[in-house]
């Protein structure tokens, strides 16, 4: 942060551009020079709107106070924040009419996926045109037949852009009180981190490789939760804006209609433990496809392969939690 606040918006760049790092990244991502910023910075050259647009995609983390200093000026006294977030303000009706009609026509057994993935790319292109790295997955609560209560939250589907690869599921994991997810289940609320660098009380559970920044929103249906809608970003304080936020939380909305009413669950079941880092849980998930493929093989006709899936889950969920007492047994040498 600055010492004081700028008088304008060159100001605030020059500040910005002060940083050898990132002026190299805007010389290099808007393709101009050094002396064009430098002209930018000291007048009267201005920059034209598709290069402030890209440049606000840079420095996220100043993008609401580079729109309203802008706004300011003359020459660009009709350039509000809704000229940038205009794709931003809401769900496309046209995209409700999608998911009602799929939710009517699809079968049960394909209902969540289809609806899950189809809500997850829509979401995906809106919350990131301009191909930023983000990721964005359904985070659910773990209902088992073991334990009454919601002990770990489990990814489920999940898209996202380079640097991460397009699909998540392959990188599916536990999650829970250290994580975001984990907070925002068990108090029913939306939260977000802006900076990991610069939030220091930010619960760093299972961030991604380059995430700088993440949201997430419950999911709700009749006072009761399924989980979260997790969005991840290689961009610092992308979550800034209250625009991007509302967008997110109307996603997170539209998901539970992928859901049944027996997967949401009452608060007061919510008592989430500790999962270990996806560093050691890894080696539970080696063999995954190979015990799901089993377990459809082995269940009923009358059940799903929904139910084949909770099955594995299941059976993971009680390993990792028999080796994290084994290993407090080990520690305090108990017998």
Not at 134 to 148: D, F, K, L, N
Request: aromatic share 10%; hydrophobic share 40%.
């Amino acid at each position: 942060m600055f010492d004081k606040e700028p008088k304008d918006w060159r100001e605030l760049l020059g500040w910005i551009a002060s940083d050898p790092v990132v002026l190299q990244r805007i010389l290099q991502e808007l393709g101009v020079r050094e002396i064009t910023v430098k002209r930018w910075i000291e007048g009267p050259s201005m920059p034209r709107q598709q290069n402030l647009r890209r440049l606000l995609t840079l420095v996220p983390e100043h993008r609401e106070r580079f729109i309203e200093l802008i706004s300011e000026e003359k020459d660009f006294e009709d350039f509000s924040e809704l000229t940038f977030d205009e794709s931003l303000q809401e769900i496309p009706s046209k995209f409700y009419i999608q998911i009602f009609q799929m939710r009517g026509t699809i079968g049960h057994t394909q209902r969540y996926w289809s609806l899950a993935h189809t809500i997850i790319a829509q979401a995906l292109s809106q919350l990131n045109p301009d191909g930023l790295g983000m990721a964005i997955s359904v985070v659910r609560c773990m209902i088992s037949s073991e334990h009454e209560n919601i002990q770990s939250l489990r990814q489920s589907v999940g898209l996202a852009t380079a640097p991460w690869p397009i699909s998540l599921e392959q990188r599916a994991m536990f999650l829970a009180a250290e994580s975001l997810a984990g907070y925002v289940v068990s108090t029913c609320r939306p939260s977000e981190v802006l900076s990991y660098k610069e939030d220091k009380l930010a619960l760093l559970g299972h961030q991604f490789e380059n995430e700088q920044s993440t949201a997430a929103h419950p999911i709700f249906y009749a006072g009761k939760t399924a989980g979260c809608l997790l969005v991840s970003s290689t961009e610092p304080g992308y979550f800034a804006s209250p625009n991007r936020l509302s967008l997110i939380a109307d996603y997170a909305h539209l998901m539970a209609l992928a859901f049944d009413p027996e997967d949401f669950v009452d608060a007061r079941r919510i008592e989430l433990r500790v999962m270990p880092p996806h560093s050691e849980q890894r080696v539970f998930f080696d063999n995954f496809r190979q015990r799901l493929t089993e377990a459809r093989i082995k269940i009923s006709s009358d059940k799903s392969a929904k139910d084949a899936e909770i099955s594995v889950w299941e059976g993971l969920e009680q390993e990792i939690f028999r080796q994290q007492e084994e290993d407090f047994r080990k520690k305090y040498g108990l017998s």
